[in-house]
């Protein structure tokens, strides 16, 4: 009786063990996803360098609520453009299609009820780097 | 040349409203899509994919505008404006949205309208009896809903084309 006690504690504390790194790194996941890509497909990948003449989008998830977010972008010279009250649901991805002709480094940021939640840097054209 | 290229981007881009710079020749499109080339559904609604032409995505908003709206019979043949719609009605509406019909077409008429076969982003079905399209990978429909629901709705079971002449609008 008192050896079987001992297993089932000890599965316990093994169980426990095991789950909470999960718990910790489902607590620690972002809110949101939020990049840059050349493309506007399903596979686009999040790039800092886009060719002039490609379809840049802003991709924007939420993973927990709903939400409305804003999308802005500067471009090189310094304008400032935004898409206000987007609506996403949550696990959705959705891309605000970009259309710049402007070479240099555009500045993406998105923002939830004001605050700003992301930010991401690419370039158009050149082979600088983006910072 | 600067006035060209935006009035170009004006062209391409019709439904980008909110963000467009003044006077610039850059756009931020609004409201915003999902990636890829098929429409995703969400609540009911359906969101246009990013890579659809502009006319495609005008017919996917058209119809998420009456998306849940009552069937009628006749609905949206008298007037675009209507509390409800039928089949043809409703089909109708989509395509007038995207710019490609003028006059609502009965289920009859649809059986030669546009071109023979499926489109790349939308195909018509349409019999004697019954009509209904398929935008961008969903199936635009006043039926196939639960028992008591019918009218205009998205779905995303794909559709059965036994018994249905298939046609689409020509360049789409």
């Known amino acids: 009786m008192a050896r079987s006690a001992l297993t089932l504690c ?13 718990a ?18 399903h596979h686009a990948k999040p790039s800092h360098h886009c060719p002039r003449r490609s379809a840049e989008g802003a991709f924007f998830r939420t993973r927990r609520d709903s939400v409305h977010y804003t999308v802005c972008v500067r471009f090189p010279e310094g304008r400032t453009l935004c898409a206000k009250h987007q609506e996403a649901d949550r696990g959705v991805l ?7 002709p402007q070479p240099g480094l555009h500045r993406i940021t998105w923002f939830v009820e004001g605050k700003r939640v992301g930010r991401y840097y690419f370039r158009i054209g050149t082979s600088n780097t983006a910072r | ?18 963000a467009r710079s003044g006077g610039g020749l ?13 429409s995703t559904l969400v609540r009911g609604r359906a969101l246009p994919p990013a890579e659809a ?21 006749g609905g949206g043949h008298g007037s675009w404006a209507s509390r409800g719609y039928d089949c043809s009605g409703a089909v109708s509406f989509a395509l007038h949205g995207a710019g490609l019909l003028q006059t609502p077409l009965d289920s009859t008429s649809m059986m030669s309208w546009g071109a023979a076969g499926p489109g790349d982003w939308i195909t018509i079905y349409a019999n004697h009896r019954h009509a209904f399209a398929e935008i961008a990978g969903l199936r635009w429909d006043t039926s196939g809903d639960r028992r008591g629901v019918s009218g205009p709705r998205w779905h995303v079971d794909p559709a059965d084309a036994r018994g249905f002449v298939v046609r689409h609008p020509i360049g789409y």
Do not use: K
Request: net charge neutral; proline share 10%.
């Open chain 1, 10 to 22: 000890a599965a316990i504390a093994i169980a426990l063990g095991a789950a909470a790194p999960v």
């Open chain 1, 24 to 41: 910790a790194a489902e607590a620690e996941a972002p809110a949101y996803q939020h990049f840059v890509a050349c493309g506007l497909g």
């Open chain 1, 94 to 100: 959705y891309v605000n299609a970009l259309t710049t």
């Open chain 2, 1 to 18: 040349m600067p006035m060209l290229a935006a009035s170009l981007l004006l062209i391409a881009f019709p439904t980008s409203a909110a």
């Open chain 2, 26 to 38: 850059a756009s931020f499109e609004d409201p915003p899509v999902v990636p890829g080339a098929t």
């Open chain 2, 53 to 73: 032409p502009p006319a495609v995505t005008a017919a996917i908003r058209a119809g998420n505008r009456i998306r849940a709206r009552t069937y009628i019979w």
